[in-house]
């Protein structure tokens, strides 16, 4: 069975399962790449202001420092994915699709002039747009989702703040999360229409 990427339904929850479980197969496997060939791959990040890894603004988000780098973003990643599909698969296509450019974007204007790699912006960007996007659909599962995330997750809006942390993007992060709550904004009415 294919999975419909431009439907505007939410997919039943199986196919969920599915396609977050692709998503997770996709990332282990370029995680798997790059740990056999030594972070080969992580040449291929964003340093921003360099206009030669102008591209790493779409294939950072695949890319980790490390493997407990990896192991750190795949369960949020996953999560999050899940919870994103309730708004259905297009808008779930799109908003990824924004975030990974946006919050790329920004971090290569206005980031420390350093590799950034990790699935981190997208994971803020999703965190940002399920805090508000259930509240601006006004529909309960979608408000509990949004309560839920704020819940179980709210201690991550602390990674958006600037740390002495070298190896953390919290440029990433915060880029992320300012881009998942403009695509909140954009793309959910009431009821979790799609605009």
């Known amino acids: 069975m ?4 431009f439907s505007n339904q939410v997919l039943p929850f199986n196919k969920q399962i599915k396609a977050v479980l692709i998503i997770i197969a ?3 496997s370029i995680e798997l790449v790059n740990l056999l060939t030594q972070r080969w791959l992580n040449q291929f990040g964003l340093l921003p202001r360099d206009i030669n890894h102008l591209l790493g603004i779409f294939s950072s988000p695949f890319l980790h420092g490390s493997f407990s780098h990896y192991l ?3 369960i949020p ?9 309730q708004y259905g698969t297009k808008r779930f296509v799109l908003i990824s699709l924004w975030i990974i450019f946006a919050s790329g974007l920004l971090v290569w204007i206005f980031g420390r ?5 990790g699935a981190s912006g997208l994971i803020y960007g999703y965190f940002g747009f399920l805090l508000l996007a259930g509240f601006m ?3 309960l599962k979608l408000i509990l989702i949004s309560l839920l995330v704020g819940f179980l997750y709210g201690g991550f809006i602390y990674g958006v703040l600037p740390n002495d942390r070298l190896f953390v993007s919290w440029e990433y992060h915060l880029f992320g999360f300012i ?3 403009v695509a909140a904004r954009y793309w ?4 979790g229409t799609a605009k």
Request: charged content about 10%; glycine content about 6%.
């Open 2 to 5: 294919t999975i419909m990427v």
């Open 26 to 28: 996709v990332v282990t």
């Open 72 to 74: 750190s973003n795949i």
């Open 77 to 85: 990643l996953g999560v999050f994915s899940l919870l994103m599909l």
């Open 113 to 117: 002039t350093a590799y950034h790699v």
């Open 137 to 139: 659909a006004k529909k």
């Open 179 to 181: 881009a998942g709550l």
């Open 188 to 191: 959910v009415t009431e009821k």
